[in-house]
């Protein structure tokens, strides 16, 4: 048997090095996302939000999350009616279009088209008559603690929140192509109440002081999928 395996393997192996190697066919791919990739390829998210730690105030008019995300996209095939984003129990506040200078165009027409009880809700944002290559501003709110975003208030840790959404949670925190094989660069604005500190993955670029609050910018250079947008605020 030992043999039989052994003789296999080096078969499989010859076959790999071989002038003209069989085509290898690997089954059809399910890793639960909403997002067609072979249709739209995000290469940057550019998140701006403000995060509420007063827990007991996320009330129906004050999320615990709240903000923009730019998505840099390039559709790569030509007629494709819509681009679809994974959710999960985000309000969306409105889709734009941008022109290269962060103006706003035009405001786009989106609706959930999909929900899953696990997956949660395909946002399908209209696309006719956008450049094959651009950028849309979504406005999005986050009630949710749990499904990957924890806050906690303890006396001996003190008051404090943080992200842990792998493998497919990132989409209940900000709209995005959640799944692993979708990477791309991150830039990070998260605003915070004094006299709290927001830490994010990336290199620390900058930090805003304001009357009240406070503002961490942060930026992922190398491409990453999104459950990898790791945030802590305490």
Avoid at 65 to 76: D, E
Wanted: with cysteine.
């Amino acid at each position: 048997m030992v043999t039989l395996q052994c003789l296999s393997l080096f078969l499989l192996l010859l076959e790999c090095h071989s002038a003209n190697p069989r085509p290898v066919y690997l089954p059809d791919i399910n890793d639960h996302t909403f997002s067609d990739l072979t249709e739209y390829k995000v290469h940057h998210y550019a998140i701006n939000i403000t995060v509420n730690m007063d827990v007991q105030q996320a009330t129906k008019s004050t999320p615990r999350i709240s903000g923009t995300v730019v998505v840099n996209y390039r559709r790569l095939k030509r007629k494709i009616s819509a681009f679809r984003l994974d959710t999960i129990s985000l309000k969306i506040n409105g889709v734009y279009l941008l022109n290269n200078e962060g103006g706003v165009i035009r405001r786009l027409k989106s609706r959930f088209d999909t929900v899953d009880k696990i997956l949660g809700q395909a946002l399908a944002i209209k696309m006719a008559n956008t450049p094959r290559q651009g950028r849309i501003m979504i406005k999005f709110s986050s009630w949710l603690h749990g499904l990957g975003i924890f806050y906690h208030n303890s006396q001996k840790a003190g008051h404090y929140m943080y992200l842990l959404t792998q493998p497919i949670s990132a989409r209940a925190w900000f709209p995005c192509q959640d799944t692993n094989r979708a990477k791309a660069t991150v830039s990070l604005n998260i605003t915070v109440d004094k006299p709290f500190t927001a830490v994010a993955a990336g290199q620390h670029l900058v930090t805003e002081d304001g009357n009240t609050t406070r503002s961490f910018h942060y930026y992922v250079t190398i491409p990453i999928s999104p459950y990898l947008i790791g945030i802590v605020v305490g």
